[in-house]
């Protein structure tokens, strides 16, 4: 059996896969499976060995009555946000842990993300969600990477860096002002209420990422679209524009703002002369599909 994890600060999606040797298709069916998030540069390995031990363990035991379960996962993958270099042994050491006889990986989200897309393929992988990041890809390994600078001083082309954008339109009458009475009426909030949010209460990136779902409701309104398409410019000129030197014009994207907004990421894109290959808008099912190929098990 492979485990493998998709993981963020808010959620971990988490697929098992399980070669059935007796099989005459394919040979593999797996189960799918979501915990709270895990970033091992905020959280502890004792808490995060918490968090896996009162849900991981018990859903993977629902999920398949087996005795000495965990001795039976042969490798675990596990790609996440805060994994680095300091912090992947604390990973692998909870993993290890719980798994003690799995062969561990840990890597970060954006190498997960390459995988995802790209396989064995090179060419430019992104992720674009409530936050952005980007990088080129061998085929193997991350060669470049413009670090995305979080959504006070760069992520272009997330969602929260989207709506920065449309707020600021929003409140500095750009945009109609009966869009404005809707999304304060939709949002039960004044003014008032949306700076307090943004200035002086936690995850101010998340709530701004959040109004995505009221532009994409609302994306035929006045200056709409164009909000989508500044968000998708300033993340080519700022991050893809800097790959081009290393001669690869295919560019792929995991995501939420990368889906639900696809037709406007396409046709950016295009004008910067680079043509999109894949839009996920999770890449959990392509780590799967890139393991069960790079797996002892096959």
Avoid at 63 to 92: H, R
Avoid at 155 to 182: H, T, V
Wanted: aromatic share 10%; net charge negative; with cysteine.
């Amino acid at each position: 059996m492979i485990l493998i994890a998709d993981s963020g600060s808010t959620k971990t999606d988490w697929i098992l896969a399980i070669k059935d040797f007796d099989s005459a298709e394919e040979g593999w069916k797996s189960v799918s499976l979501q915990t709270d998030g895990i970033n091992p540069f905020h959280q502890t390995k004792i808490e995060i060995l918490k968090l896996l031990g009162d849900s991981l363990i018990p859903k993977l035991h629902m999920a398949l009555d087996m005795l000495n379960l965990e001795a039976n996962i042969a490798e675990v993958a596990f790609y996440g946000a805060g994994c680095m270099e300091q912090t992947i042994p604390v990973m692998k050491s909870v993993l290890g842990d719980l798994f003690p006889t799995a062969a561990i990986v840990v890597e970060n989200d954006l190498l997960g993300a390459a995988r995802a897309l790209l396989g064995e393929e090179k060419g430019v992988a992104c992720i674009l969600g409530t936050g952005a990041n980007s990088c080129y890809y061998d085929g193997e390994k991350i060669v470049k990477n413009i670090p995305p600078l979080g959504y006070i001083l760069g992520d272009e082309g997330s969602g929260a860096a989207m709506g920065k954008i449309f707020l600021n339109g929003l409140f500095k009458e750009k945009l109609p002002q009966s869009l404005r009475e809707a999304f304060l009426a939709e949002y039960g909030m004044t003014y008032v209420d949306v700076i307090e949010r943004i200035y002086r209460q936690p995850l101010a990136n998340r709530f701004l990422a959040s109004t995505t779902k009221f532009i994409l409701r609302n994306i035929h309104e006045e200056g709409m679209e164009e909000i989508v398409r500044d968000n998708f410019r300033d993340f080519f000129q700022n991050n893809i524009c800097a790959y081009t030197t290393l001669g690869e014009r295919r560019i792929s994207a995991v995501g939420s703002i990368a889906y639900y907004f696809k037709d406007y990421f396409i046709n950016v894109a295009k004008a910067f002369g680079y043509e999109v290959d894949k839009i996920m808008v999770s890449p959990i099912g392509g780590m799967l599909h890139y393991h069960k190929y790079h797996s002892n098990l096959m």
